[in-house]
C-alpha cells in the first residue's frame, strides 16, 4: 500500500471516529523543496477509533504536516500531532 491508499485509509479511520472533523490551516510556510502546515483539528467523538468506543467528548489537537514538494508534486508528507492530548479529552488517558 502506498501514497495515496495509506492518505485516504488514515482520512477514513478520523472522518469515521469523527464525522464532524474540521482541520483549517493557521499558517503555512515554505523554503526550498519543503512546505510545512500547521493545522488545528476538531470534531466530536462518535465513531470508533481505533478500538475506542465513542465517547461523543468534543476534541480539539494541534499539529503539522512537512511535505517534499519535487516538479509540482508532493513526495513526501510526515505529519506530526499530539495524540496524547486527544487520547486525554476523550477520557483514555488520565489528565497530566
Known amino acids: 500500500m502506498a501514497g ?36 488545528p483539528a476538531t470534531g466530536t467523538h462518535r465513531g470508533e477509533l481505533m478500538g475506542i468506543a465513542p465517547t461523543n467528548r468534543r476534541a480539539t489537537t494541534h499539529g503539522c504536516t512537512v511535505y517534499e514538494v519535487r516538479n509540482g508534486r508532493i513526495t513526501h508528507e510526515w505529519i506530526y500531532w499530539d495524540t496524547g492530548h486527544l487520547l486525554r479529552q476523550l477520557g483514555v488517558l488520565p489528565s497530566s
Open 4 to 39: 495515496r491508499e495509506v492518505g485516504r485509509q488514515f482520512m477514513q479511520i478520523y472522518v469515521g471516529a469523527f464525522p464532524d472533523l474540521r482541520l483549517d490551516n493557521e499558517q503555512i510556510l515554505g523554503s526550498g523543496d519543503f512546505v510545512v502546515a500547521r493545522w
